[in-house]
C-alpha cells in the first residue's frame, strides 16, 4: 500500500509537470496564433503582457519573455509616435534581458536587440544614428554568427534595405539581394519546436514582391 | 484509498470549469483613464491589459488568496491581495503618475540645452559643424542663438549686455581659461576646441546654476564624450591645413584611447583671399590632442584630455596716426590644457563628479612701428607718442583647478547637489618699452568655492530648483556668497513657464590689475529671466525677458605709467531685454531651420566711460536665420544663414587732465550689420555599399553678398584721425575633405532618416 500510494505520488508528481508543461504550451501556441491574426498596435501590447505573464510564472523560459519583449517593439513601431517610443524601447530591452539572462548568446534575441535599436534610432535618427546604428549592425552580425541557419537576421537587414533610399545605398536592387539569401535560409528552416520562433517569411515574400 | 482517487478525479474538471471573472477599471489619481497598463495575478498567466476606456477584464480559474498587480511604465505599481472564492470581482484602480525625466517640468530659464537625453533645443555637434556661419567653431554657432551679439573684432560671447570675459566656458566642470586662440588686434579669433569633442552643450544666456561661477553674464557648459562607438582612423585636407587621428576602442568595450595631429597653415588661403592686413609670416598652427576614456564596474568614467598647440603669426597694418607708417605685429602662442575627471556611482542613489585640470598660456607680443619700405622706425622721443608703438610684452599664466561635486538623488527627480573647488591662477606679464625698460606684473590668485543646489519637484508639473554659492578669493581677501533660484512650471499642452533669480560675482581681469594696490572687491550681477518655451513634435517655440542689474563694476584711471588699471568698484550698469527663438524641424522633410531675434536695451558705466553709456559691443536688434537642407538624391547638404545687427554706438574717449576724467569727444553709430553665409556638404561615399571609408566634402562661404561691415572705429591718440574696425577680409572662402576609415556607418546614416 505504501509503495503505491508512493508511486501514486510520483505519478501525480509527474502528470503535473506534464500538465504545466501542457499548460504552457496550450497557453503559447494560443497566443502565437493570436499574434497570426492580430494586426492594431493595441493588440500587440496585449500580447506582450500575455507573454510577460507567462514569462513570470514560468521563470525558466527564455520563449515568453523573447515574445513579450516582440509584441513591444512591434508596438513600438505601430503606435503612431515616434518621440514617444524610448519608455516603449526601455520596457521591449528589459523584457528582453529576462530572456537573456535565462537563454545567452542567443541569435534570436539578438534580433530583436537589433529592433529595439532601431525603434530608439528612429526616435531622433540625426542624433542618434551613430550609437543605434552601429548597434543594429553589431547585433544582426552577432546574430548571423550565433545560429547560421537563422534566415530572420538576413529579413531585417533586408527590411531595413529595402526601406532605404537608393541614393544612400539602399532600395530594392540592394535589399534583394539580402532578401533572396532570407528566402533560401527561410526554405530550409526548421523551428526546434511548435512554439520556437518562426515568423517573418510571408513578410519576405510580400518584400520580393514590392520589389518585383 | 480509492476515496481518495476519486476526490482527485472529481476535483480537476471542477478546477477547469469553475472559472471567475475578474474585471474593473483603470485610472490615474485625477480620474483619466489609463490605456494600454498591465493587469495580472501575479505568478499566474491570467490577466489583461486595459482598453481605451481604461477598462479590463479576464477570467481565471486560479482560487485561494491571490495578488492582482497593476503596471504602467511611468506610474507606480498597484499591488492588492484578492481572495477568488467563487463570485465575480469587481476592482476599479487608481495609480499615480511617477515624477521621471520624461514628463517633468525642466529648468529651462535663461539656457540653451541639448543632449540627446533631455528634450533640449540647442546645438548639438552636427548643428555645429552645419551651421554655415559657424565655420566649425562652437562659439559662432552659439552666435545664432538669441542673447549673443554679433560682434567680430574681438573673439568670445557677448551676452546681454556683458562683455566677452563676463562670458565663462567649462568642459566637464572645469573652467578653460585659454578657450580661443589668444587675441590680435582688431581680428576676432577662433575656439581652440573641436566641436565633435563634446556630446552635450549647455548655453545659459543667464540664471545658470549655483555649480558654476565667475561669470557675470553666461556660462557655457560642455560636456566632453564617453566612449567612440568603434576603432576609426581619420585624416583632415584642406587648403588651409592637414590632420590625421586615431580613436582605439578597447575590444571588451570598456575603454578607449585616442590621438589627433593637426597643422594649419593659412598662407596658400591668403594668397587668394586678399586680407586688409599685409600677413609677412601667415598664421601657423600646430595642435597635438590626446585622451583615454575607461568606463568603471560601476558604470561610471574616467576620461582625460590632453591638448597642445603651438602657433605664430605677424601681419603688418597701417598705422592709425600716420598715413606712412605701418605697425608690424607678431605673436607666438604656447598653449597646454590637460583634464581628467571621474564620474562614479556609489549605489544608492549617489553621484560624484570629480575634475582636476591644469593649463598653460604663453604669449611673445612684439609691436614695430615701420616705415613704407618695412624698415623699423626707431624712435626714442617719448614725448612724442610713437615712441610707445614700438614694445614687447611677454604673458606667462598657469592655471589649476580642482573641483568635487556630490548628488543624491531621492524619490522622482528630487535631488541635491553639493561640492567645493579651488582655482589657482598666476599669471605674469613683462612689458619692455622702446628704451628698454621693464615693467613686470604678478597677479597670483586662489579662488576658492563651496556650493549647493537643490532640485525639489512638487508635482511633475511645477518644480524648484535653489542653490547658494559661497567664493572667497585670496587676491581681494573677500568672500561673496551668491543665492540662484529657478521655479519652473508645465502646462497641460506641455508648454512651460520658468523663473530664475540670481547674483553672480567675478573677479577683475589680471590686464586691470597690474600694479593696481586699490582694494577691490567683487563686481556683481543680478539676473532676472522669466520665459515661456513650448516644445512638440520636433518644434521648439522660445521666448525670454530678462532684466540685469550691476554693481560694482570695475573702473579704471591711468596709473603714473599711464597704464589703466582698476581704481575702484563704483562702476554700474543695467541691462533689459526680450527675446524669441523658433526652430523647425519637421515641416519640411530634409529641412531645420531656426530663427532668433533679440532686443537689448543696455548702458553701463565701467573702465573708463565718463557715464551710463551703451557700450560698444551692444547691438539694439540682433536677428539670425540658420537654415539647413539636405538633398537626397545628391548626397548633399546645404546650409545658409543671415544674420543681421543693429548698428552699435563708438566713442572716443579722451583723458582730460582737468577734470581728471575721460570725457567723450566723439561718437557715432555704425552702419547696420548684414552678413550671408554659406555651406555645403557633400557625402559621395553615403550609401556606397562595401566603402570602408566615409568621406566629406566641406566648402563654406562668409558674407557671400560681399556686405560692407563695421564693426567700430578706431580713433587715433596723437592725431585726430578715426579709421573703421572691418573684417580682414570681405569674404572668406573654405574648402576641405575629411575622410574616416572604419566601418562604414552609412547603412546607419539611412535608416535614421527615414
Redesign the interface.
Known sequence: ?KK??LG?ILL?GVLSVNAQSE?YMA?MKKNLAAVDSSATA?SM??LS??F???G??EKSQWLPFYYAALMQVRYGFMQGDM?GA??IA??AEKLLNKADSIQPKNSEISCVKAMIA?LR??V???????????L??QNLDAAKEQDATNPRPYYLKGE??K????????GCD?AKTVLNTAKEKFASFRPASEIAPNWGASRVDMLLNECK | MRRLLFLAIWMIPAGLFAQVNISGKLTDNKNKPLQGASIALVGTYDGATTDSAGNYSFSTSEKGNQQLQATMSGYGTYTKNVSIEGADIRLDISIKELITELNAVVFTAGAFEASDKKKGTALTSLDIVTTASANGDVTGALKTLPGTQQVGESEGLFVRGGTATESKIFMDGNLVNNFFYSSLPGIATRGRFNPFLFKGTVFSAGGYSALYGQALSSALILESTDLPEKTEASLGLSVIGVNGGIQKLAKNKRSSWGLTYGYTNLAPAFAVIRQKQDFFKSPEYHELDANFRIKTKRGGFIKYYGYGSWNKTAFRASDIDSATLQNAFHLQNLNTYQNINWRENFGRRWKMFAGLSFSTNKDDIENELQDADDKKVPVSNPADGYAYKNFQLANRAQYAQLRIVMEKRFKGLNAVRFGAEHFYSNEKSTYTLYDGSQYTAAVKDNITAAFAETDFYITKDIAAKLGVRGEHSELMDKFNVAPRASIAYKFKDNGQLSFAYGIFYQNPERKYLAGSDINLGFAKASHYIVQYQKTADQRTFRSEIFYKKYDALYKTSPNSNGVEVASSNNGNGSAQGLELFWRDKKTLKFMDYWVSYSYLDTKRDYLNFPGKMRPNFAAAHTASLVIKNFVVPIKTGFNATYTFASGRPYYQLKYDNVQQKYLVEDKGNTINYNSVGFSLNYLPNLGKKDSKTFIVWVLSVTNVLGQKQVYGYNYASITDRKEAITPPSRRFVYIGCFLSFGVDRTQDAINNNL
Open positions: 500500500m503505491f500510494i501514486f501525480a499548460r497557453a493595441q501590447l496585449s503582457d500575455n510577460e505573464r507567462i513570470n510564472a518621440s524610448d519608455p526601455d520596457r532601431t534610432m528612429i531622433n535618427p540625426m542624433q542618434r544614428y551613430m550609437e543605434q546604428g552601429t543594429i549592425e531595413n534595405l526601406n532605404t533610399p537608393a541614393q544612400f545605398g539602399g540592394a
